[in-house]
């Protein structure tokens, strides 16, 4: 269901990420929820297992094209390894990129994650590179789990339901990539 990967990229770089992506400096945009209230009902999402947060974006690439971002070189400087195994090796294009910080709920009896979803209704894969180490898994649908540690990344199929655990003591920041076949 899902592939991981851990230390792809070199420790330093891993350590550049995390220090530029957790900084004060950095330009984050709130977004109050993962998905829209028809989502939620579309997704099947139920409010004694799922929860809607608050939580910041970053965004790189949309719709394949890049955003107006100063940050990309993070990506191309950071991650270039990645980036280069699916354009070339895999023959993916880069869809979307966007860094996700979820701060910590704080709220240790709420064992919810965030709803259901899909990034996109068309085909696509999923990347997701784990910027720090936090208690937060990444949740599948169909049964698995996926914990963030510095440096680790997982693939899968775009079609494949996912969520995030509520972090409760730490932060959980991720970069997500969608890649469309080319």
Avoid at 44 to 50: I, P, V, Y
Avoid at 100 to 118: E, I
Wanted: glycine share 6%.
């Amino acid at each position: 269901m899902f592939n991981i990967t851990d230390d792809f990229i070199s420790p330093g770089n891993q350590e550049r990420l995390k220090n530029v992506l957790t900084s004060p400096f950095f330009p984050w945009w709130y977004h109050s929820g993962t998905v829209t209230p028809d989502e939620r009902k579309e997704f099947g999402n139920n409010s004694l297992q799922s929860k809607e947060v608050d939580w910041f974006c970053h965004k790189f690439i949309t719709d394949g094209e890049p955003t107006n971002s100063s940050e990309f070189y993070l990506i191309e400087e950071n991650l270039n390894p990645i980036l280069y195994l699916f354009s070339e090796e895999w023959g993916w294009k880069l869809d979307r990129c966007q860094a996700n910080l979820v701060p910590p709920s704080g709220n240790w009896y709420d064992r919810r994650h965030t709803s259901w979803h899909v990034d996109s209704p068309d085909d696509h894969m999923v990347l997701i590179y784990y910027v720090n180490d936090s208690p937060a898994r990444t949740l599948f649908r169909g049964g698995g789990s996926c914990k963030p540690k510095q440096g680790r990344f997982i693939t899968f199929d775009g079609k494949n339901y996912h969520s995030a655990e509520i972090p409760k003591k730490k932060s959980r920041c991720v970069i997500n990539f969608n890649f469309k076949k080319i």
